[in-house]
């Protein structure tokens, strides 16, 4: 028997299918990243007063079927979010965020929290007028945290050793954090001061409005950002 199930969702990316349908990955908060069918998803379904887009909230039902693509029963949109598609540096930044999420939610696996953050994201992007990179930058290192992808800032992932918290560390992604100099090094070099400013944004205990970053950090950390998400990249399947 066919199992179905209605849940929020928001769209991480959309491919074209025949002459109407598209393939949609999904992520979900209780059901983690879901790959569908839309039957007509190009025009909008039969069951649809809206098109599907991304980066509006939206509520799906989905039917289980025997081979990996669920099949989209019916979508509508619960929550809009126009400013986004209308305002370049928020589309991209919103862009970003989606293509990480995609690549960090696991296949069917609830993710709840990390539901949460990237959801406070968007919104933010759409409401208020702060910087969208340094939104991005705080809610990207959230989201790893969230996921279970969290960077350590704090000691060695090798030894353990912990980096005393006014001093300069060599930071390796691939290996997951800091590498001291008795392990080796690795990687770049991440300064005392922002060490801390990321790992205050990583456990949700600082935000952009309390204590503004410089550019030359928002920088540094969408960069890293960047280079987490290809390093994942090809370690999940593209869905």
């Given at each position: 028997?066919?199992?179905?199930?209605?849940?929020?969702?928001?769209?991480?990316?959309?491919?074209?299918?025949?002459?109407?349908?598209?393939?949609?990955?999904?992520?979900?908060?209780?059901?983690?990243?879901?790959?569908?069918?839309?039957?007509?998803g190009?025009?909008?379904g039969?069951?649809?007063?809206?098109?599907?887009?991304?980066?509006?909230?939206?509520?799906?039902t989905?039917?289980?079927?025997?081979?990996?693509?669920?099949?989209?029963?019916?979508?509508?949109?619960?929550?809009?979010?126009?400013?986004?598609?209308?305002?370049?540096?928020?589309?991209?930044?919103?862009?970003?965020?989606?293509?990480?999420?995609?690549?960090?939610?696991?296949?069917?696996?609830?993710?709840?929290?990390?539901?949460d953050?990237?959801?406070?994201?968007?919104?933010?992007l759409?409401?208020?007028?702060?910087?969208?990179?340094?939104?991005?930058?705080?809610?990207?290192?959230?989201?790893l945290?969230?996921?279970?992808y969290?960077?350590?800032?704090?000691?060695?992932?090798?030894?353990?050793?912990?980096c005393?918290?006014?001093?300069?560390?060599?930071?390796?992604?691939?290996?997951?954090?800091?590498?001291?100099?008795a392990?080796?090094?690795?990687?770049?070099?991440?300064?005392?001061?922002?060490?801390?400013?990321v790992t205050?944004?990583?456990?949700?205990?600082?935000?952009?409005?309390?204590?503004?970053?410089?550019?030359?950090?928002?920088?540094?950390?969408?960069?890293l950002?960047?280079?987490?998400?290809?390093?994942?990249?090809?370690?999940?399947?593209?869905?």
């Amino acid at each position: 028997m066919k199992e179905r199930f209605t849940c929020e969702a928001l769209i991480v990316r959309s491919v074209d299918y025949r002459d109407n349908d598209r393939i949609l990955t999904l992520i979900t908060p209780g059901y983690g990243k879901r790959s569908a069918m839309a039957r007509g998803g190009r025009r909008g379904g039969k069951k649809s007063t809206e098109p599907i887009e991304p980066f509006h909230t939206l509520r799906v039902t989905l039917e289980e079927t025997e081979r990996e693509l669920d099949n989209l029963c019916e979508a509508r949109v619960v929550r809009v979010r126009t400013r986004l598609t209308t305002d370049l540096a928020r589309l991209d930044a919103a862009g970003t965020a989606m293509r990480l999420a995609r690549h960090l939610f696991q296949p069917k696996a609830a993710e709840l929290t990390g539901w949460d953050t990237i959801i406070d994201l968007l919104d933010r992007l759409e409401c208020t007028d702060d910087d969208p990179s340094a939104i991005l930058a705080e809610m990207s290192l959230k989201l790893l945290a969230d996921t279970g992808y969290a960077l350590d800032f704090e000691r060695c992932v090798r030894c353990g050793r912990p980096c005393p918290a006014d001093r300069s560390a060599y930071l390796n992604v691939s290996d997951g954090g800091l590498v001291c100099h008795a392990c080796g090094g690795a990687g770049e070099i991440i300064d005392a001061r922002l060490r801390r400013c990321v790992t205050a944004f990583q456990r949700g205990e600082k935000s952009i409005l309390s204590e503004p970053p410089r550019k030359s950090d928002i920088t540094a950390i969408l960069r890293l950002i960047s280079t987490v998400m290809t390093t994942h990249a090809g370690a999940r399947t593209s869905t």
